[in-house]
């Protein structure tokens, strides 16, 4: 599809789907933390990210995932988020396969407006348990797993409404 010019690729639209359970929650609880978020679709169709993000008993995130078929996408040149967010950081994270460690990631900012965040596909930093890696930013030539996460090292209710997720060429 083409906007404004741009030929772009939906990798995810809340917009065309029924529900959000293709989408899986990973919170801090999988190494004891008790923070909690959820995905659901709110009545405009979107996708609603939100919860609460603790950071008792050594937490401090909440993550959101999308898993699918393996993706060639070297023929785009960056990601374009539509959301409306609640003034907070957020990572938007890549992996070029689902067996990968780690996640390419890029920390954006919301604010609090429906907006349009692009990142380019350089921009991506390769991180594991929030420490940068050796190792080049992401190639931008496959992809199959992404992501959403807050943590922003504080306590903390969160909310993003989500309409889609695409690359860009």
């Given at each position: 599809m083409f906007i404004n010019g741009e030929e772009r690729q939906d990798i995810?639209?809340?917009?065309?789907?029924?529900?959000?359970?293709?989408?899986?929650?990973?919170?801090?609880?999988?190494?004891?933390?008790?923070?909690?978020?959820?995905?659901?679709?709110?009545?405009?169709?979107?996708?609603?990210?939100?919860?609460?993000?603790?950071?008792?008993?050594?937490?401090?995130?909440?993550?959101?995932?999308?898993?699918?078929?393996?993706?060639?996408?070297?023929?785009?040149?960056?990601?374009?988020?539509?959301?409306?967010?609640?003034?907070?950081?957020?990572?938007?994270?890549?992996?070029?396969?689902?067996?990968?460690?780690?996640?390419?990631?890029?920390?954006?900012?919301?604010?609090?407006?429906?907006?349009?965040?692009?990142?380019?596909?350089?921009?991506?930093?390769?991180?594991?348990?929030?420490?940068?890696?050796?190792?080049?930013?992401?190639?931008?030539?496959?992809?199959?797993?992404?992501?959403?996460?807050?943590?922003?090292?504080?306590?903390?209710?969160?909310?993003?409404?989500?309409?889609?997720?695409?690359?860009?060429?």
């Open positions: 995810y639209s809340f917009n065309e789907f029924e529900d959000a359970g293709n989408w899986f929650i990973v919170d801090d609880r999988v190494m004891g933390g008790i923070s909690q978020g959820t995905i659901s679709l709110n009545e405009n169709g979107n996708g609603v990210y939100s919860g609460k993000v603790s950071t008792e008993n050594n937490g401090g995130f909440s993550s959101v995932r999308l898993r699918f078929d393996l993706r060639e996408v070297s023929e785009y040149k960056a990601i374009s988020l539509k959301l409306k967010g609640d003034q907070k950081n957020y990572q938007f994270r890549i992996k070029s396969t689902s067996g990968q460690y780690y996640s390419y990631v890029n920390t954006f900012q919301t604010n609090g407006e429906w907006e349009e965040i692009r990142i380019p596909f350089d921009k991506f930093k390769p991180e594991f348990r929030g420490r940068l890696l050796d190792k080049p930013n992401y190639p931008g030539d496959v992809m199959e797993e992404i992501a959403f996460l807050i943590g922003n090292k504080k306590n903390e209710s969160f909310r993003l409404e989500i309409e889609s997720i695409s690359i860009i060429k």
